[in-house]
């Protein structure tokens, strides 16, 4: 029913930037809170940030904040993460995901019914 396909990921510096784009495809795009997560290598996968369906609402995970950008433009059904002053420690695999239509902002992983394939965030030293 929604399709998510997460772009941006790549190699970059300690104290770089990047900007993660999230593409949705399928039905009520402005209508679905997203969120996105990540996965670093053999850690559970935890939450990012999350933004709500219309108003602009906005979670992050306390760590993250001041660092990491959620946004969304409803017209080009695309969610964005800006990552900036990157750090080793950001180094996972990014997932972009979107809740169930007409529901609010979540930071629990199980509460998101679709799932991107992930893009690969790598930060070097």
């Known amino acids: 029913q929604v399709q998510l396909v997460e772009s941006g990921g790549g190699l970059v510096q300690a104290g770089g930037s990047l900007r993660l784009s999230c593409a949705a495809s399928g039905r009520a795009f402005n209508m679905r809170a997203m969120g996105w997560f990540r996965q670093a290598p053999g850690k559970e996968r935890e939450f990012v940030a999350a933004?709500?369906?219309?108003?602009?609402?906005?979670y992050y995970a306390d760590s993250l904040k001041g660092r990491f950008t959620i946004s969304r433009d409803n017209a080009k059904n695309t969610v964005y993460l800006q990552m900036n002053s990157l750090k080793p420690e950001d180094t996972a695999v990014y997932y972009c995901?979107?809740?169930?239509?007409?529901?609010?902002?979540?930071?629990?992983?199980?509460?998101?019914?679709?799932w991107g394939q992930g893009t690969q965030v790598t930060v070097s030293s």
């Open positions: 933004i709500s369906s219309s108003d602009g609402t906005t």
């Open positions: 995901a979107a809740r169930a239509a007409a529901l609010g902002v979540s930071d629990q992983l199980s509460s998101y019914a679709y």
